[in-house]
């Protein structure tokens, strides 16, 4: 397994479990700020490297009328606010080409999009911009697939994750398998738990994507327990008054006790590979 590297920390490769998190859209600064300095209060007292997660723009939305966030500039300047005040890297998806150059100039790592993961020359100039890049395995791919998506990130940058949120399962359902964790860790490189996403339902609240954040502690643990090198959630402070996929969001009080449970486990899992 490749560690990797991502600003100052490391991931993979034995590293502590890492947690990617963070609001799924950018809202405003004020609340942004306010979510980086509790995630790195939780995370520093539980010693978790935190990589900071938000969007500036949500080009993917069930509606034309969905909000979308501030946009490319001012989105990418309060992320670099966030990476500057609180020292920890910062990750945002990129959706279009013109995008990649100035999102690399401020973002540790350039998410990949779901739905983009296939974009050969996308993600091909994506892995020549980017210190990191984390690409989202498509809901329609077989985890066996993804090892041609990193052979055209890896001839590019080392720096690669990998992030399962789930498979397409009927209309507006996804299911988990975990058979693709270790599947997935066969490509050499670090895998990543999207619990949030993947209790997502695409489309199932009409106009929107609707969620079950009830089931999100149950997927993470279970991935944890699988073996995984990461854990990617979505965090508001009032899920429910979310501009964006609050019903498969955590709560941010909900937080530290369930990293508390998941350090526990991922510990055992450790000590028994040892």
């Not at 799924?24 to 306010?34: D, G, K, P, W």
């Not at 609180?86 to 998410?111: M, N």
């Not at 690409?135 to 720096?159: M, R, S, T, Y």
Request: aromatic residues 6%.
């Amino acid at each position: 397994m490749k560690k990797i590297n991502v600003g100052k920390m490391e991931l993979g490769g034995g590293a502590p479990l890492a947690l990617i998190a963070g609001p799924c859209v950018i809202e405003n600064e004020e609340m942004t700020m306010q979510i980086a300095r509790k995630l790195k209060a939780i995370t520093g007292e539980l010693g978790i490297s935190l990589i900071f997660k938000a969007s500036y723009d949500k080009a993917n939305r069930t509606s034309r009328d969905a909000y979308r966030g501030p946009g490319l500039v001012r989105g990418l300047e309060i992320l670099k606010r966030v990476r500057e005040e609180f020292s920890i890297p910062v990750l945002s998806d990129v959706h279009r080409f013109e995008e990649i150059a100035p999102a690399a100039e401020v973002l540790d790592v350039l998410q990949v999009p779901a739905f983009l993961c296939r974009q050969t020359d996308f993600i091909v100039e994506i892995a020549r911009r980017a210190k990191a890049v984390n690409i989202k395995k498509g809901q329609f791919l077989a985890p066996w697939d993804a090892v041609h998506v990193v052979e055209k990130l890896a001839a590019g940058n080392e720096n690669i994750m990998l992030t399962e949120r789930g498979v397409s399962f009927g209309y507006n359902n996804l299911v988990v398998d975990f058979r693709a964790f270790p599947i997935l860790r066969q490509t050499g490189y670090p895998v990543i738990f999207d619990a949030t996403h993947s209790v997502q339902l695409p489309g199932g609240a009409g106009g929107a994507s609707g969620g079950d954040r009830g089931m999100v502690p149950c997927l993470a643990r279970a991935a944890v327990a699988a073996g995984i090198d990461g854990l990617f959630f979505e965090v508001h402070p009032d899920p429910d008054q979310a501009l964006c996929d609050g019903p498969n969001s955590l709560t941010l009080d909900s937080l530290p006790a369930l990293l508390r449970t998941l350090l526990k486990i991922d510990a055992a899992v450790r000590e028994n590979q040892g």
